[in-house]
């Protein structure tokens, strides 16, 4: 729009030349030439106005078609949505509800985590996973108690009280490995 109104204005001014020199006549003719191309210009400005107002209200009527059309099919979205967001919101619930339980028995794991380490008679069950240092100290309170039972077995059928006296010692030694055992 602006280059051909740019255009227009350029056309008509194109071969007029301000002089000063200019005596009134021809100064008074140059401004009605001026004055009938201003009149003119201003003509096909107006008629570009009128054919631009017209672009623009069919303009406007194709958007508001458009917006029209676009609004029905977001209404008929909107009914979609809403369902999705209720089952989103139903499955959010059940998360929060799962995630509660899940919390809950991790704390019974702990729990029962905790009770597993320090129950001397499931440590005896879970031999395997114990550190070295804890299988040496059942092992010996095992092989102490074994030979202070027959030595005291041995002292007891025989005259010698020394056999007797060791076998109290290697019992004794057997009960501290297996309180080493049960309790380091």
């Not at 092989?143 to 290697?170: C, H, K, W």
């Amino acid at each position: 729009m602006f280059d051909s109104i740019a255009t227009i204005a350029s056309k008509a001014f194109a071969g007029v030349e301000f002089d000063a020199s200019l005596d009134d006549a021809t100064r008074i003719e140059y401004e009605a030439e001026i004055a009938a191309e201003f009149d003119r210009t201003m003509r096909e400005m107006e008629a570009m106005g009128e054919e631009l107002k017209g672009e623009n209200d069919e303009m406007l009527k194709a958007l508001a078609e458009v917006a029209a059309k676009r609004r029905l099919e977001i209404e008929k979205e909107a009914v979609p949505i809403e369902e999705y967001e209720r089952k989103v919101k139903t499955l959010t619930d059940r998360v929060k509800l799962a995630s509660g339980n899940v919390e809950k028995e991790v704390e019974t794991l702990k729990a029962l985590q905790v009770e597993l380490q320090t129950d001397p008679i499931l440590r005896l069950s879970n031999y395997r996973e114990q550190p070295l240092a804890r299988k040496v100290f059942l092992a010996a309170s095992l092989l102490f108690f074994l030979r202070g039972s027959f030595d005291g077995l041995t002292g007891l059928t025989s005259v010698e009280n020394g056999d007797f006296a060791s076998a109290v010692i290697q019992v004794g030694l057997s009960i501290a490995f297996l309180c080493a055992y049960l309790f380091l």
